[in-house]
């Protein structure tokens, strides 16, 4: 999202935050999944109501399938998988015979599962199931079975951090059985990695349909409060996902229908509110920033996501205090301090501004936009002298460092930037920066230093500061060594 800042520069992002903040449930679901219980004699609802559809016949290939589907359950590895192909050539012949035989499309379902062929047997139930609705009923157990066991296999390699290995499990798993959400949420946000936001979202309406469909009648309490969960990691991407396609509105309904559901959420309050901006109705963004900004136990992050939806609502003045709250509790946050004073700076509230420059400094000391800001401000005020020696602090300055983002990593984070050499005879100078890395309380986690190589006179080169931390970082700040 693109924000409003004329000459100077964008607002800073937070760790792991753009536009619209993801669900703060975690990741989709990957553990280890069991089979959901429900007593096959007290068949549930939407089962009971399924109807007959065309009756499944008996015939020669039928009985064939029938007797080589029997033999595979008590051969050997090797022998069920011969039986198993022997039953789907029949259950083959039996299509051909008589295509709208369901009773055929079943039995090569349950052949090709023995044959491990996942999707072509998904698509074999799918035609059984179209013809003879009932066959539901005993499908239900044969997908769940099918799975369970691809969805576990791919769960134990997630876990073990090879999630392009579990991919494939996952589709798998979603190819046989849409009757459960976790298969669905995962390849979902594979789906949001690739770019493929469309097919993301299909997903999550998909899994959201299934977590308030009729399948919960009757199910395990623990097993729905584990659903429930789904539910709202499904609406938070949903919605996420249609405000990445600008579909403003459309989000924004989705974070006021989760609010119904909880009220409280500070997250969905944001959110809707960071929606309502970019739907164009900045009056009710700024009514719900007004009473977040009110309520009490907020934390700095909590107060940082209110100053960018403030900055985005062009709301500066409060943004600004925002920010300040933050910058109070985190006095060596980076990104606070320097939308503090850009906020301030085109709120024109001079007299603040000029307070927290010069302490912005501290915390960024190479920052060309904080000089440039200073100097402007400093002449608009008619304290020409003053401005003149900030212009030569800046010029002075070896390089500037500039489009600074804290990125989340395996293992840590990473803070990306770039230096910009500032003078015409430091190419190839080495610029080195220490970084000191902060929680959300305003602690110091750690420090690392890097380095980076001067181009040319103003020519911007990249540099990345690496820190391994199992701890949560909210902030930072850096000097120059």
């Not at 009985?63 to 050539?89: H, K, P």
């Amino acid at each position: 999202m693109s924000f409003r800042y004329g000459a100077i520069g964008a607002l800073i992002f937070a760790l792991a935050l753009g536009g619209c903040a993801s669900a703060g449930n975690g990741p989709a679901p990957a553990g280890q999944a069991t089979a959901q219980d429900f007593d096959e004699d007290d068949l549930p609802q939407w089962m009971q109501e399924l109807p007959e559809g065309t009756e499944p016949r008996d015939n020669e290939h039928t009985d064939e399938a029938v007797l080589y589907l029997v033999q595979a359950m008590s051969a050997d590895e090797e022998g069920r998988a011969r039986f198993y192909q022997q039953a789907l050539e029949a259950a083959e012949a039996g299509i051909e015979a008589d295509p709208e035989n369901p009773q055929s499309y079943y039995q090569a379902g349950e052949a090709l599962l023995g044959l491990g062929e996942i999707e072509r047997a998904g698509e074999m139930f799918d035609r059984a199931e179209e013809l003879h609705p009932r066959y539901k009923i005993d499908t239900e157990f044969l997908r769940e079975e099918a799975w369970l066991e691809a969805f576990n296999n791919a769960a134990e390699l997630a876990q073990e951090g090879d999630r392009a290995a579990a991919r494939p499990y996952f589709e798998q798993a979603h190819a046989i059985y849409q009757g459960r959400p976790e298969a669905m949420l995962n390849l979902a946000e594979f789906y949001q990695e690739d770019g493929n936001l469309e097919e993301a979202g299909r997903l999550y309406e998909q899994a959201i349909e299934v977590i308030e469909g009729p399948r919960t009648e009757g199910m395990d309490e623990e097993v729905l409060e584990q659903w429930n969960e789904y539910l709202e990691i499904a609406l938070f991407n949903h919605a996420q996902i249609l405000f990445q396609a600008e579909r403003y509105v459309e989000a924004a309904e989705i974070y006021e229908r989760i609010l119904e559901d909880d009220p409280e959420s500070l997250m969905a309050i944001s959110n809707l509110a960071v929606s309502l901006v970019a739907a164009g109705e900045e009056e009710r963004a700024r009514a719900l920033y007004d009473d977040l900004m009110n309520r009490p136990g907020l934390d700095a992050r909590d107060m940082f996501s209110i100053g960018v939806g403030l900055y985005q609502a062009e709301d500066y003045e409060q943004s600004a205090r925002a920010f300040g709250e933050v910058w109070e509790a985190v006095p060596n946050h980076r990104d606070a301090a320097f939308n503090h004073l850009q906020a301030l700076f085109i709120a024109e509230q001079v007299d603040e501004f000029l307070d927290a420059a010069e302490r912005v400094l501290e915390v960024d000391p190479n920052n060309l936009q904080v000089y440039q800001m200073l100097a402007q401000t400093l002449v608009q005020q008619d304290r020409e002298p003053e401005a003149v020696e900030v212009i030569d602090r800046m010029e002075n300055l070896s390089f500037f460092v500039r489009g600074l983002e804290l990125h989340p990593v395996d293992g840590g984070v990473a803070l990306v930037g770039q230096v910009m050499n500032n003078q015409q005879d430091a190419e190839g100078s080495t610029a080195r920066l220490r970084v000191y890395f902060y929680d959300v309380d305003g602690n110091e986690v750690g420090t690392t230093e890097t380095e980076a190589e001067l181009g040319a006179y103003e020519e911007p080169v990249q540099f990345q500061a690496d820190f391994a931390t199992d701890q949560d970082i909210f902030g930072f700040r850096y000097e120059v060594l």
